[in-house]
């Protein structure tokens, strides 16, 4: 039977008795035709001391010693090494733990790598040896010329990594290793992270210090190196293995989220193999203390990449906590300012603007009196700075204190780095909120093909600038490319981050406004219920950006005409938004002014003009009387007494808007002419004549200077303009103006139009003989 099993899943390999004995041992079940025997660290140390010594494995390679030693000495029983000496077992027991490697690594380095991670007093949690299924010993090396087929990868494969319980990874050159450009290693992380086993990462003593000596000065390198992985570009000895496991890659969890899974599964390793390091360091002078806080900032970096932004925040935190501890015994405090400028950058990413804000700004003091206004140091503040300036509604700040920073980096650096780009994405921000799309496609563009050329197109900052340009692509009407960035983007996010992480949900909250903007409303609401179902879960449900996702839904019933669910929604939204963000926080302005909409749809006018007219006072009081937002509210909010018949406080509101408009140096602006119309009807409606005729004239005037003397708006007005002037008995005024509308509606009308009979006939009126 077993004889019978291991062909099928092995088509053309020879069984051998001694393989059929080791899975018929109940010691030691095999998994399906998976042996489940390893073998101890001191065991792999006698093989290579019966074989020689250190000096006979110099240079070798695991295939060059599988080659010239370990089939030589498994030849007369064509089995594996460990079957050839389970009778030992003081080296050979049940594998508990498996070890994926690269064939290609020179066997010393694996060894060193297991001897550090595995010393050789180390017991497992049951107080025993670790045993290593390590396939260069486990697996048979006689004629393993046939790959396992598509049910052996999905099952027998996945049930053994499950029942030895661990995986630990061989990586070298950890910056590009080969394991994870090799699918069968591929694989195996995804069987790690499938079951639930522990993953983990061995390196040699050499690979280990350099690795931390590179993280520690360039906190991007593990994404780098993150980003040279694609399970769709790995490759393997046997083309028939890479055939077969992509079969099952394709049938089962697919690329993407394979990839996902292997990014999932070195993020936690590089979290815990920090905090490991930095819980076994004892502090006895200055270069264990800067040892500890710069692995701390390494963490920190991790935690804020990976969305755990309060996490990031504490490790910064415990890194100022250190040097205000140890003082200048150890030197600790000289260089605390760095620590508040990786601080400052957390608070942003977690929107704590304005403790951010502070932060930067005695960062900036700092620097220029230590380090002078034009170091790398000081500017890196400053774009910190000018970063919070647009975050909080102040575009304009930004883009003038970016501006400064760009050319003084490039004064600095030169063109090429990342100082320069990461200032290119920050105007870019500045003019999308200044609505100066073509500028910031401009900006987002140098951004992106900066960042892809220096860091890679899988790097998260490469990802931030793609999702900046489709922001800018969209307001410019071009929604097919905007919309293939973004999927672009989250897709790669969703590799690198996971599904729930802060920049995948915003991207998916970028493609739902999209989506809702097109008029795609079915659509969005798929995929805002993503972004809200994950951000809760990550941060809450009174959490800024959730309690704005909410909005986008509440707006999506909107324009599905849902307006009674729109307007529950709203009305539990603001709630929550007065309560965590204040009444006049921008978010909730905004809720504010969409639930006016719903209330309108409703006709619910009552309710409609108490919220506009509170939304109006909290603008003018954070935003100020002259902001165009403000100005907005004023005209809606006339237009809606005007709707509920209280003209009184429509035209209030209107002369107010005027005035605003005269003073910010629109007053030759459309929206004026509007609001000079209506206080001419608000005045006619509360019979006060002469007011009336004059919101018409001067509208009328206004008009003939913006439009032209034929334009429908204008011969709107100038038949109201006559009326006023009839309605005060002036009718040499209002016959003169009514001719001149009479004519110009003829022309761009037509005889037969409404508009054109009735001027036709209030003239006629005038001359009732003729």
């Known amino acids: 039977m077993i004889s019978n099993i291991r062909n099928h899943l092995f088509p053309g390999k020879k069984v051998y008795p001694e393989e059929i004995n080791c899975l018929n041992d109940e010691s030691d079940k095999a998994v399906g035709n998976f042996p489940l025997l390893g073998i101890t660290l001191k065991g792999i140390l006698k093989f290579v001391e019966e074989s020689g010594g250190e000096v006979v494995f110099e240079g070798l390679t695991t295939t060059d010693v599988c080659e010239k030693l370990v089939k030589v000495r498994t030849k007369k029983h064509l089995c594996s090494f460990c079957n050839m000496m389970k009778e030992d077992t003081s080296i050979i027991r049940r594998a508990t733990v498996f070890i994926s490697h690269a064939w290609k690594f020179k066997f010393l380095n694996v060894l060193n790598a297991l001897q550090r991670h595995f010393p050789v007093d180390k017991l497992d949690s049951n107080g025993n040896e670790y045993v290593l299924w390590f396939d260069l010993f486990s697996n048979n090396q006689h004629g393993l010329d046939a790959p396992p087929p598509f049910e052996w990868w999905c099952d027998t494969f996945m049930t053994a990594i499950k029942t030895l319980g661990r995986v630990v990874m061989i990586m070298e050159p950890w910056e590009n290793p080969i394991p994870l450009t090799r699918v069968w ?16 990462v061995a390196m040699s003593v050499e690979e280990s210090k350099r690795f931390r000596h590179t ?34 890659i394709t049938q089962t969890v697919g690329f993407n989220q394979l990839n996902a899974k292997v990014f999932e599964c070195l993020r936690d390793w590089i979290i815990r193999d920090m905090t490991s390091y930095i819980a076994s360091v004892i502090i006895t002078g200055k270069d264990e203390l800067l040892d500890v806080i710069d692995c701390k900032k390494v963490l920190g970096f991790l935690y804020s990449n990976m969305g755990l932004y309060r996490e990031a925040e504490i490790a910064y935190e415990e890194c100022i906590a250190l040097k205000k501890r140890f003082g200048e015994e150890y030197g600790g405090a000289s260089d605390l300012v760095d620590v508040m400028y990786l601080l400052a950058t957390a608070l942003s990413q977690n929107q704590k603007q304005e403790k951010a804000e502070e932060y930067y700004k005695e960062c900036v003091s700092i620097y220029s009196r230590t380090v002078g206004d034009k170091s790398r140091q000081t500017l890196g503040a400053k774009c910190g700075l000018a970063s919070v300036y647009i975050n909080t509604s102040r575009p304009k700040e930004g883009q003038i204190l970016y501006l400064e920073i760009l050319q003084s980096f490039i004064d600095l650096e030169g063109e090429k780095n990342i100082d320069v780009i990461t200032c290119l994405n920050g105007l870019g921000a500045s003019c999308l909120a200044l609505r100066n799309f073509s500028e910031s496609e401009d900006y987002y563009r140098r951004c992106y093909e900066g960042y892809k050329e220096l860091l890679g197109d899988r790097h998260p900052l490469t990802l931030t600038s793609m999702n900046g340009l489709a922001s800018a692509l969209w307001h410019l009407n071009k929604f097919d490319d905007a919309m293939k960035l973004r999927m672009e983007s989250v897709n790669v996010q969703k590799e ?101 909409d719903v209330y309108w749809n409703l006709q619910r006018f009552q309710e409609l003009v108490v919220l506009r007219k509170e939304c109006l006072s909290l603008e003018k009081e954070e935003l100020g009387e002259e902001h165009d937002n403000t100005r907005i509210t004023m005209l809606n909010v006339a237009g809606e007494c005007m709707r509920i018949g209280d003209y009184i406080e429509a035209k209030k509101f209107y002369e107010e808007f005027i005035a605003a408009q005269l003073r910010v140096g629109e007053g030759e602006d459309v929206r004026t002419a509007r609001a000079m119309e209506a206080v001419g009807s608000a005045c006619w409606q509360l019979g006060l004549k002469e007011e009336s005729k004059d919101g018409f004239v001067n509208c009328l005037s206004l008009r003939r200077r913006l439009l032209g003397d034929k334009h429908p708006d204008t011969l709107n007005v100038m038949f109201n303009a006559a009326s006023a002037w009839w309605n005060l008995g002036k009718m040499k005024d209002a016959e003169q103006l009514l001719d001149e509308c009479l004519k110009g509606q003829m022309e761009v009308f037509g005889m037969e139009d409404s508009r054109t009979l009735n001027t036709k006939r209030t003239l006629e009126s005038l001359h009732p003989s003729s």
């Open 185 to 200: 290693c591929l694989w195996e992380v995804y069987c790690a992270s499938n079951t639930k086993c522990p993953f983990e």
């Open 496 to 596: 690198l981050f996971g599904n729930k992480h802060p920049e995948v949900i915003l991207t998916l909250y970028n493609i739902s406004v999209d989506l809702r903007n097109q008029q795609k409303f079915d659509e969005a609401e798929t995929v805002i219920q993503e972004c809200i179902a994950g951000q809760i879960e990550t941060h809450g449900e009174k959490h800024p950006l959730t309690l704005r996702m909410q909005g986008e839904l509440a707006s999506i019933y909107s324009g599905q005409k849902k307006y009674e669910q729109a307007a529950t929604a709203f009305e539990a939204i603001l709630a929550l938004e007065k309560e965590v963000l204040g009444k006049s926080h921008e978010t909730t302005l905004w809720s504010m002014a969409q639930l006016c």
């Open 215 to 248: 993280v520690r000065r360039d906190y991007h390198a593990f994404y780098k190196m993150l980003g040279t992985v694609d399970v769709h570009k790995s490759e393997a000895w046997n083309p028939l293995d890479k055939s077969r496991i992509f079969e099952v």
